[in-house]
């Protein structure tokens, strides 16, 4: 099955600052890898996702990029803010809808 | 959530004895997952639905059962719980207006198995 290595487990930036989450994967197949946000006690938020067919997606302080040579893909967050502050996983998608999940990073955002 | 809750929201029970979580979902998704959350492990998949009656297994099924009798609802069941199935349960919907790969979670379930 498919192996998703998520690096690192805990990352702290001052605010301001950009934040880098970098993931890889083995399965060749995979085609959808989507980021997720997570708050204490409370459920993954999907936040940006990006399929096999482009290199790059942008949403606002949130961007992703592939790179289905080298298997790997990465979340950029620029001027981070207190409220980016969270449990981040990446997950990719080999088919059936089935998400293989990073073990996460916890991002610490210091005012 | 995406119009999804999870009941209950936490549970303690004992070692040997049955439970279901139950995930209902008011968003006409054709996909449902449920998944487990540990530390160090990520979420991992236990079993989904694509649809009414129609389920399969995920990468940690051992253990587990589900059901899907309505397009609402999920039920997963513990048919003898162990300690080992500690964890939060996280239930997900796919499958709306044609996309079918976006996943949306509810807020999960904290169970205890002691």
């Known amino acids: 099955g498919e192996n998703v290595e998520q690096h690192p487990s805990t990352l702290s930036v001052q605010e301001g600052d950009s934040a880098v989450i970098k993931c890889t994967y083995s399965?060749?197949?995979?085609?959808?890898f989507p980021w997720y946000k997570q708050e204490l006690g409370k459920g993954p938020q999907l936040i940006i996702d990006?399929?096999?067919?482009?290199g790059e997606k942008k949403d606002q302080r949130i961007a992703v990029t592939l790179n289905k040579t080298a298997k790997h893909f990465s979340l950029h967050i620029t001027e981070t803010q207190p409220e980016d502050s969270a449990v981040y996983f990446c997950a990719a998608e080999t088919g059936a809808n089935n998400l293989f999940f990073g073990t996460g990073t916890r991002l610490t955002v210091i005012p | 959530d995406a119009g999804i809750t999870q009941s209950p929201r936490h549970k303690v029970t004992e070692t040997g004895t049955p439970v279901t979580l139950r995930c209902h979902q008011t968003?006409?998704?054709?996909?449902m997952y449920w998944y487990r959350q540990d530390p160090g492990h990520g979420l991992r998949l236990i079993h989904y639905?694509?649809?009414?009656?129609?389920?399969d297994k995920g990468e940690v099924s051992d253990g587990y059962s589900v059901s899907r009798s309505k397009t609402e609802d999920f039920l997963l069941t513990l048919e003898s719980a162990t300690s080992s199935q500690t964890s939060v349960y996280f239930c997900?919907?796919?499958?709306?207006?044609?996309?079918?790969?976006?996943?949306?979670f509810g807020p999960g379930t904290r169970l205890t198995v002691t």
């Open positions: 990006i399929r096999s067919n482009v």
């Open positions: 399965d060749s197949a995979s085609n959808y």
């Open positions: 639905s694509y649809g009414v009656k129609d389920t």
């Open positions: 997900a919907i796919s499958g709306g207006q044609g996309i079918s790969y976006e996943q949306y």
């Open positions: 968003e006409n998704h054709r996909y």
